[in-house]
Nanobody
Framework: QVQLVESGGGLVQPGGSLRLSCAAS????????MGWYRQAPGKQREMVAT???????NYADSVKGRFTISRDNAKNTVYLQMNSLKPEDTAVYYC?????????????WGQGTQVTVSS
C-alpha cells in the first residue's frame, strides 16, 4: 500500500503557473508509472501526464508544451509544473500510481487538489 498526498493547487490567473506535488508514503521506485489526472465538473476524469520509472513521459494533447511532469524517486515525489494556464485547466487534479505486483496491476490515488484558473 502507498498513500499519495497532493499539494500546490489554488487559484491562479490565466497565463499563470502552478506547481503540483504528490508525496508518497513510501518509496515509489517500485511504482512503474506515476501520473496526474484531472476531473472538471460534469466531465470524466482524464489523463494529464504520466511518467514511467525510467523517465518516459506522456502528455494529453491539451497540455503539451505547457505542462511538465517529473519524478524524484529519492524524495518519493512526483511534480507537475503547469505554465500558461487556461480557464479550461480548471479541475481537481489527482495523483496516480500504478504498481505491478507479480502480474497484478494496483492503482493508487490521492485525494485531489483543486486548481482554478480565473481572472
Amino acid at each position: 500500500q502507498v498513500q499519495l498526498v497532493e499539494s500546490g493547487g489554488g487559484l491562479v490567473q490565466p497565463g499563470g503557473s502552478l506547481r503540483l506535488s504528490c508525496a508518497a508514503s513510501r518509496s515509489i521506485f517500485s511504482i512503474v508509472t506515476m501520473g496526474w489526472y484531472r476531473q472538471a465538473p460534469g466531465k470524466q476524469r482524464e489523463m494529464v501526464a504520466t511518467i514511467t520509472r525510467r523517465g518516459s513521459t506522456n502528455y494529453a494533447d491539451s497540455v503539451k508544451g505547457r505542462f511538465t511532469i517529473s519524478r524524484d524517486n529519492a524524495k518519493n515525489t512526483v511534480y507537475l509544473q503547469m505554465n500558461s494556464l487556461k480557464p479550461e485547466d480548471t479541475a481537481v487534479y489527482y495523483c496516480n500510481g500504478e504498481e505491478v505486483v507479480l502480474t497484478t496491476k494496483i492503482n493508487y490515488w490521492g485525494q485531489g487538489t483543486q486548481v482554478t484558473v480565473s481572472s
